[in-house]
C-alpha cells in the first residue's frame, strides 16, 4: 500500500506564489510518474503537471511559464511550485503516483487526499 500526502495549499492574492509538496510513503519499488491534478467546483479534474522519474516534464498549457514541477526521488516527493497565481487556479489539488509496486511490480495509480489553492483578493 502506497500513501500520499500532500501539503502547501492556503489562501493567496492574485499574484502570488506557493509551493506544493506530496510526499509518498509505503513498500514499492519505484514511482514512474508524479503528477498533480486539479478540480475546480463543477468541473472535471484536470492535469496540471507531471514528470518521469527520467526528469522529463509535461505542463499544461494554462499553466506554462507560471508552474513549475520538481521532484527528489531519494524522498519520494513531487512539488509544484506555483508562481504569477490567477483566480482561476482556485481549485482542490491531488498529487497522483504511478508506482511499481512491491512484490507483483505491477504498476497502480495512487491519490493523495488533495489541498485547497484559493486565488482571491
Known amino acids: 500500500q502506497v500513501q500520499l500526502v500532500e501539503s502547501g495549499g492556503g489562501l493567496v492574492q492574485p499574484g502570488g506564489s506557493l509551493r506544493l509538496s506530496c510526499a509518498a510513503s509505503?513498500?514499492?519499488?519505484?514511482?514512474?510518474?508524479m503528477a498533480w491534478y486539479r478540480q475546480a467546483p463543477g468541473k472535471q479534474r484536470e492535469l496540471v503537471a507531471q514528470?518521469?522519474?527520467?526528469?522529463?516534464?509535461n505542463l499544461a498549457d494554462s499553466v506554462k511559464g507560471r508552474f513549475t514541477i520538481s521532484r527528489d526521488n531519494a524522498k519520494n516527493t513531487v512539488y509544484l511550485q506555483m508562481n504569477s497565481l490567477k483566480p482561476e487556479d482556485t481549485a482542490v489539488y491531488y498529487c497522483?503516483?504511478?508506482?511499481?509496486?512491491?512484490?507483483?511490480?505491477?504498476?497502480?495509480?495512487?491519490w493523495g487526499q488533495g489541498t485547497q489553492v484559493t486565488v482571491s483578493s
Open positions: 514528470i518521469f522519474s527520467s526528469g522529463n516534464t
Open positions: 509505503g513498500t514499492f519499488f519505484h514511482i514512474k510518474i
Open positions: 497522483n503516483a504511478d508506482v511499481r509496486s512491491m512484490p507483483s511490480g505491477a504498476y497502480f495509480s495512487y
